[in-house]
């Protein structure tokens, strides 16, 4: 796992911020828990190169086309990473009262080791990951305009979560870049 706080500047962030708001095409996630519908108050919206479908907690989207936003923020997470991408999950949390369970990233098609890049923009949250078999938790701040990696084994060793917290009250944009396999 590799943390890097300032892959934007507060300047670029907040601009990127302002724009993936205005022009994601979000929606309201939907999800299937012990066999029931729930709809979520967090938004998402799933991009990436044509063509794709994803499935995701039960339901299966299609990717919308990048936005100019996305495709600025993928090249630099690229050029970070070295290693593409042609998919991401952005993830919408009004405040501190939506969050994300335990999961881990393990989609078959993602393959099997995968390197998933996640950029925070707008308020700062704690991310927890737990290992399986241990028990082990790791907490990572992460910070307006970061990009955290997760890669090689990490997805078959711990999950992680996006916890509710009452601290904040400012909205958060995650964004997963993600590689599917054909
Ligand atoms: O919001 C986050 O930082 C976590 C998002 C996440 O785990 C996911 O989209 O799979
Ligand atoms: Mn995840």
Not at 20 to 48: C, H, N, Y
Not at 87 to 106: A, I
Not at 110 to 124: D, Q, T, Y
Request: aromatic fraction near 10%; proline fraction near 4%.
């Amino acid at each position: 796992m590799e943390y890097a706080p300032l892959l934007f500047t507060r300047a670029e962030s907040e601009d990127l911020f302002s724009q993936l708001l205005a022009t994601t095409p979000w929606q309201q996630d939907e999800v299937v828990i012990f066999g029931q519908r729930r709809i979520l108050s967090r938004k998402v919206a799933w991009m990436g190169d044509a063509g794709f479908t994803y499935s995701y907690s039960g339901t299966s989207k299609t990717a919308s086309p990048w936005s100019p936003a996305l495709r600025l923020i993928r090249e630099r997470v690229e050029q970070q990473c070295a290693h593409r991408f042609n998919s991401c999950l952005l993830n919408l949390y009004h405040d501190g009262s939506e969050g994300m369970g335990w999961h881990s990233d393990d989609e078959k098609t993602l393959g099997r080791n995968p390197v998933i890049a996640s950029v925070s923009l707008g308020a700062e949250r704690i991310f927890k990951l737990k290992h399986r078999k241990s028990g082990e938790v790791v907490s990572v701040l992460l910070e307006d305009g970061s990009l955290l990696v997760m890669k090689g084994e990490t997805q078959h060793h711990w999950v992680h979560t996006m916890p509710k917290t009452k601290k904040v009250n400012t909205p958060r944009i995650n964004l997963t870049f993600r590689t599917f396999l054909d």
